[in-house]
């Protein structure tokens, strides 16, 4: 801001002249430079600070450059900064702080009103309706610390704490004003109320914006769009909601688009996530959750790396206490079209749900599964998924689909599809597989097993597929330690496998995208609680350590694996025993390979090319390949061909240095 002055009385004549009033003209005052020839028809009350109008213009996309000034306005207790254009304002503008070259124009009002506090605090009732997971947002907030406030109720001294922590930000972002930041264009919106606007934010088009914070950024502005209605809300860096979305009570994330008249009530969205002519409610979606069609309702569950297919939906009301039920579905994991699932029910990571199921299934220890109901009931076929081309290729694409651009990113995200997290649950799933068949006995064709039905043979090959899983898993952690190894000699092996992290052992969860070790989740609660990291920044910092050093620590996860998995830890290893295991590694990863070859030639058969060559039946191979290409030249495919001789070659390579 410039220093000020008060106008002079041939200032206040131009000004007059140019049909401006003021409730008192001393309570108006400019920059040393004023021009008062760029004010028309503005009237001033209360207290007002105008900054200077030399050589601002805008372009925009418009061939005529409108200069700064304001014209057809109402001001109320409002400072100006530098190079701001203002016009045709419906109502009045008040409360309110616009800093340097702001754009606003069209817009019916802008206002704040005493102790707004900009959404900041608000409780979103996640998974249950009806409260008891509220968590309340903040500008800042990453998926991690909701998941704490949302998951770990059963330790009211967290949710106390982490709650008081919130309420510091709250008080002290609470305030009478608002403030419109610096680049930021506002155009063609109704009524704005009580919200922090960031900058270089794009608001063109909003219907009615009310109690929130847009916390945009050069690197990464936030768009809000044409219809849009939000009340009580907070829009991250790079987050785009238009096309008459309906925001209420929500934390829509870095990099997340909530588009096409998606509606969404108590809900937290967090990076990367794509909503768009749907629902949702009461819903915790961790990154890249991604929902597209009007038919798809998410409701009271716990998402993130979903695909929901068109006509998704979940019940959590069984018309007795209220809807009060939730549900899991952990990463990675698909609902086809029409597929339904009535919580509560917890769905394993990477797993695709086709079908209806209403017997309240709990897969979480048979990751990579499908949950298939048809007209002879549910059925379940175990570790389906890992062999799947599409589960390779969201892996491959979700980092590629990384939408954020601020360089302070506030979900610490972890891609991998094979990590301590699934590993764990695919070594249960096979004990788990294996007491099912102990139990039913091995002459049995068809197991049940949580109201589902399991083939024999798919008990069998899922089974195989998780010791394929697990092998690739191992194979990949003990390779990668070894890739400096000069020789075989068993010092240097027990020097290059032992652990460089005190941390990993034990259980490990997926924190809404961060997979880290349970006792060190635990540590960051015990250290909130007793007040050694007391602001949500700390914590914050303490949770990026965590992605940092995450491939130290599944290091020392696998390590203390080894002795259960391969028979004796890794201080016992001998070259013999690592050449066995880059053997079974190599057979692994081939086998996974291949069977994602012959998935993928699936999409390439004769049943694919139905409604190809439409009025020449003789044309319909060209057609189809001038249109979809062929499996030989496919990029998936010529990628899983580079694949295995690239894991050939580096497995060629470890035998010959151990060997040399």
Not at 18 to 39: H, I, K, L, M, T
Not at 367 to 374: Q, R
Not at 491 to 502: D, F, G, K, M
Not at 619 to 647: C, L, S
């Amino acid at each position: 801001m410039s220093s000020f002055r008060h106008l002079t009385p041939e200032e206040i004549a131009t000004l007059s002249a140019a049909g401006c009033s003021a409730q008192d003209w001393q309570n108006v005052e400019v920059s040393a430079d004023f021009d008062p020839s760029r004010y028309h028809y503005v009237s001033f009350s209360g207290h007002v600070t105008l900054g200077s109008t030399a050589s601002a213009n805008f372009h925009l996309d418009s061939p005529i450059p409108y200069k700064a000034g304001i014209s057809r306005a109402r001001l109320h207790d409002v400072n100006i900064g530098n190079g701001v254009y203002i016009a045709d304002i419906s109502n009045y503008i008040a409360n309110v702080d616009i800093a340097d070259n702001c754009f606003i124009e069209n817009v019916d009002r802008i206002s704040a009103t005493e102790g707004a506090t900009c959404g900041i605090g608000t409780e979103v009732s996640v998974l249950n309706e009806t409260g008891g997971r509220e968590v309340p947002i903040y500008p800042g907030m990453s998926a991690h610390i909701a998941y704490l406030m949302a998951i770990y109720r059963h330790d009211e001294r967290l949710s106390r704490s982490i709650n008081r922590l919130v309420e510091v930000e709250k008080h002290r972002m609470s305030q009478r004003r608002v403030t419109i930041h610096a680049n930021a264009l506002i155009r063609n919106c109704g009524t704005i109320t009580d919200v922090n606007i960031g900058e270089f934010a794009i608001i063109e088009g909003a219907s009615l914006l009310s109690n929130g914070t847009i916390d945009s950024c050069e690197a990464d502005p936030v768009e809000v769009g044409v219809g849009v209605v939000a009340q009580d809300f907070i829009f991250a860096s790079g987050s785009k909601v238009a096309d008459g979305a309906l925001v209420l009570h929500s934390y829509i994330g870095q990099g997340t688009h909530i588009m096409r008249q998606f509606s969404a009530h108590d809900c937290l969205f967090f990076a990367n996530c794509t909503c768009e002519n749907g629902e949702a409610a009461a819903v915790f979606a961790g990154p890249y959750t991604v929902t597209m069609h009007k038919s798809s309702l998410l409701i009271a569950g716990m998402f993130s790396f979903l695909n929901a297919g068109s006509g998704s939906n979940q019940s959590n009301h069984m018309y007795k206490l209220g809807p009060i039920h939730q549900g899991i579905v952990e990463r990675g994991s698909k609902t086809t079209s029409d597929s339904y699932i009535l919580w509560p029910a917890h769905i394993g990571a990477f797993s695709l749900v086709m079908g209806r199921h209403v017997s309240h299934p709990d897969t979480s220890d048979l990751p990579f599964s499908y949950l298939i109901e048809d007209h002879s009931g549910a059925h379940l076929v175990p570790a389906a998924n890992i062999r799947s081309v599409g589960t390779i290729r969201d892996a491959q694409k979700w980092p590629k689909r990384d939408r954020r651009r601020d360089p302070h990113k506030l979900d610490f995200i972890n891609f991998n599809l094979l990590s301590p997290f699934t590993v764990s649950k695919m070594m249960r799933g096979i004990r788990l597989l294996d007491s099912l068949e102990e139990t039913g006995g091995v002459t049995s064709e068809v197991y049940s097993f949580q109201g589902m039905t399991i083939k024999a043979s798919s008990l069998r090959k899922g089974r195989k597929y998780y010791a394929m899983g697990i092998a690739k898993f191992f194979g990949n952690s003990v390779i990668k330690r070894l890739e400096t190894a000069a020789s075989g000699r068993t010092e240097e092996l027990h020097r290059l496998l032992a652990p460089t992290h005190n941390a990993g052992e034990g259980n490990w969860i997926d924190v809404a995208g961060l997979i880290a070790p349970k006792r060190e989740i635990d540590a960051i609660i015990s250290a909130i609680i007793d007040g050694s990291l007391n602001s949500l920044t700390q914590i914050n910092a303490r949770l990026a350590s965590l992605a940092r050093d995450y491939y130290d620590m599944e290091w020392t996860w696998v390590a203390s694996m080894m002795e259960e998995w391969w028979g004796k830890p890794v201080d016992q290893f001998t070259r013999e025993d690592v050449l066995d295991i880059v053997d079974l590694w190599q057979r692994a990863v081939l086998d996974i390979d291949n069977s994602l070859l012959t998935d993928a030639r699936k999409e390439f058969s004769r049943v694919a090319q139905i409604g190809f060559g439409v009025d020449d039946s003789s044309r319909r191979d060209i057609d189809f390949d001038n249109v979809r290409g062929r499996f030989e030249t496919d990029p998936f495919v010529e990628m899983a061909r580079r694949h295995i001789i690239d894991k050939s070659a580096l497995a060629d390579d470890l035998r010959s240095r151990l060997n040399g």
